[in-house]
């Protein structure tokens, strides 16, 4: 199982990156995907989640109103876009997997619930 995550960068304050994650090895569409941070001293804390067929989203809400969580099951790929990006969205963002009946609209937030992680990819927002 490979979660690769990619996109993040050094932005300035106020604008915007879209990460990506491709996974293989996985029957994606049977797992909902989450994106987590970890910024440097901090626990891993949730930022987002999707279903399997994308019908149905959560967000943290540091970043609710800002971000979009979306999915390309032909892809396997899971992509997370956040806007106005501030200086304490500066971070290590991962992407995770976590297995669901497909008859389900649960989404969680914890991370100990999700099986796959992927390597992160550093996001780094300038003031």
């Known amino acids: 199982v490979q979660l690769q995550a990619s996109g993040g960068g050094l932005v300035q304050a106020g604008g915007f990156l879209r990460l990506s994650c491709a996974a293989s090895?996985?029957?994606?569409?049977?797992?909902?995907m989450g994106w987590f941070r970890q910024a440097p001293g901090k626990e891993r804390e949730f930022v987002a989640a999707?279903?399997?067929?994308?019908?149905?989203?959560t967000y943290a809400d540091s970043v609710k109103g800002r971000s979009t969580i979306s999915r390309d099951n032909a892809k396997n790929t899971v992509y997370l876009q956040v806007n106005s990006l501030k200086p304490e969205d500066t971070a290590v963002y991962y992407c995770?997997?976590?297995?669901?009946?497909?008859?389900?609209?649960?989404?969680?937030?914890?991370?100990?619930?999700?099986?796959?992680w992927g390597q992160g990819t550093l996001v780094t927002v300038s003031s």
């Open positions: 090895g996985i029957t994606f569409s049977s797992y909902t």
């Open positions: 995770a997997a976590d297995f669901r009946p497909q008859w389900t609209t649960v989404i969680s937030d914890r991370p100990d619930e999700y099986e796959f």
């Open positions: 999707i279903t399997w067929s994308g019908g149905r989203t």
